[in-house]
């Protein structure tokens, strides 16, 4: 009788062991997915920025729809955009509402990045597709 005991007890303690090391394993997995998706946020690195609520009328007022509104790059230099804003928005070379053709990013996804070299010299005018007062340029020297 006490022999079947002592073994039931050490059936049950290596169970508990068990289920112990899988709930363990499980949770570092989740500390780990956790750390991937800070870390990606933070390898883009953008010159641009798309900041939040400019997908109202406002942003205009301040010149604070792109941050910042006239960047000064290198020629031969890449430009990245990122919209952190929760709307879609677009980087459109031009002036509303009519696009030059030049470069045109398409609808930018919350957090998606957007990347244009500038190899030559000039003062680029841009603008969101679908919001009328956001507007910038790119000056290239
Ligand atoms: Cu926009």
Redesign the pocket.
Known sequence: MIKKIITLTIILGISISVIGLFLFDYDSEEINSEETKTTVKEIIKADVI?PIK??RPGCDIEDI?YIPPNIVVEKGKSVTWLNE?S????VTSGFYPEPSGLFDSGHLDPYQSYTLPFDEYGVYDYF????PW?KAQVIVE
């Open positions: 798309i400019v997908s729809c804003d709307s879609f928005h677009s969101c597709t679908l919001h956001m």
